[in-house]
């Protein structure tokens, strides 16, 4: 199992539809909302399927001088396997 650990950024939120549907994609366990962050399990990451999932903001507080966010990835049994990037806004999918 693979946990996606996305941050949201400052005055930002999850839009609930787009958690939906986030909920119900391939390989995805199950998704949580915990505070300012959002749990992604996923079941497996295997190699030869490319998966591409994407999470709707929806930006509720104006903030100045925004700053990037994290969003790491991490193995469920062995944390210290690990990756982290940032994102900010505005992002757009490569």
């Known amino acids: 199992m693979v946990i996606l650990d996305i941050k949201m950024l400052s005055g930002f939120v999850p ?3 787009s958690l939906q549907s986030l909920q119900h994609a391939l390989l995805v366990d199950r998704v949580e909302q915990k505070e300012d962050h959002v749990l992604v399990y996923i079941r497996e ?3 030869d399927i490319p998966i591409n999932h994407s999470l ?3 930006q509720e ?3 100045q001088s925004l700053k990037p966010a994290v969003v790491q990835i991490y193995d469920y049994y062995h944390p210290s396997d690990q990756a982290e990037t940032e994102y900010i806004y505005p992002c757009a999918a490569a």
Do not use: R, T, W, Y
Request: hydrophobic share 40%.
């Open 15 to 17: 839009h609930p539809d």
């Open 45 to 47: 990451l295997p190699k």
């Open 56 to 58: 709707e903001l929806v």
């Open 61 to 63: 507080v104006p903030v």
